[in-house]
């Protein structure tokens, strides 16, 4: 009897797919109380519990450590910029809210926020999220469609980005492409696989607007690990692509 039940659970182990990921960790909506930023990732973390709910009293290491458990991506897309963001705001740990300053790295022109010049640059803003889809006219964002939305922000920001906001703004649509993309492309190998990157606009109104993981419509966490290497060409094709956009390649 023993033996058999062992024998069960072993078929079952040995049955189950390879590539299985842990279960993604429950969302919880937060409360009015709970500290939030203006990335819809971190957000996202605090809201599954990869990160402390509150959002309180956070380090680099701890998010390091969700970008990895949660959606197997590098700890050091974590690691980097909350160890710069740290250091520009002279601290040790942080709350989420604490981004919400330019030393922390909010600016303007976001794709789901309104400018601290409008007063409120935490909040999500619907009409912005609708029209970061609409700029696409079929169901997918691509590197096309998300170089015509920063086009459009950029070029009406008051203020206008900086140089290193204008970079900043262009790694966070990238980072946007990786993670709601619908295939697992390998990003470092041609130009052809970046033009076929493209993000679900069902998955990524769900991620955008309740900063949960659209596990409900089909996101999973990557299957190889996704390395700071995977970014770079993705960032170019939004930056070539915006330029051939604006006529001034
Ligand atoms: C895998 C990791 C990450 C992903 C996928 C990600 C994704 C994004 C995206 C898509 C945006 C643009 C939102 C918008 O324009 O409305 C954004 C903004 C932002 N991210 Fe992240 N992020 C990640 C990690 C981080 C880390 C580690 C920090 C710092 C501790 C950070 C801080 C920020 C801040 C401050 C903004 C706001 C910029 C603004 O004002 O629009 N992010 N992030
Ligand atoms: C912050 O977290 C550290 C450990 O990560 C802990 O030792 C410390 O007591 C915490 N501080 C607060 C105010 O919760």
Not at 112 to 117: F, H, L, N, P, Q
Not at 141 to 154: E, G, I, Q, W
Request: charged share 15%; glycine share 6%; proline share 6%.
């Amino acid at each position: 009897m023993k033996f058999l039940i062992l024998l069960t659970l072993a078929t079952a182990c040995i049955a189950g797919p390879i590539t299985s990921q842990a279960a993604i960790k429950p969302y919880v909506k937060p409360k009015s109380t709970d500290s939030r930023s203006p990335c819809p990732m971190l957000n996202t973390l605090a809201n599954h519990g990869y990160l402390p709910h509150n959002g309180r009293n956070i380090t680099a290491q701890d998010i390091g450590n969700a970008i990895f458990e949660s959606t197997n991506w590098h700890s050091d897309f974590g690691i980097f910029p909350a160890t710069a963001a740290l250091k520009n705001l002279g601290l040790t740990a942080l709350n989420l809210a604490d981004l919400n300053s330019t030393p922390g790295g909010e600016h303007p022109a976001s794709l789901t926020r309104k400018d601290a010049s409008s007063g409120d640059s935490n909040t999500i803003d619907t009409a912005r999220v609708t029209q970061l889809l609409a700029d696409s006219k079929t169901n997918y964002l691509t590197v096309d469609s998300v170089a015509k939305t920063r086009n459009r922000l950029d070029s009406t920001s008051k203020p206008p980005l900086t140089t290193s906001q204008l970079g900043v703004a262009q790694g966070e649509a990238a980072l946007l492409m990786v993670l709601m993309r619908d295939t697992y492309v390998s990003l470092q190998t041609s130009a052809q696989d970046i033009s076929m990157l493209r993000a679900p606009k069902d998955r990524t109104r769900v991620w955008l607007l309740e900063e949960k993981f659209p596990t409900a419509q089909g996101w999973k966490p990557a299957e190889q690990v996704v390395q700071l290497a995977d970014l770079g060409p993705v960032s170019t094709a939004i930056i070539s692509s915006q330029a051939a956009q604006r006529g001034s390649t």
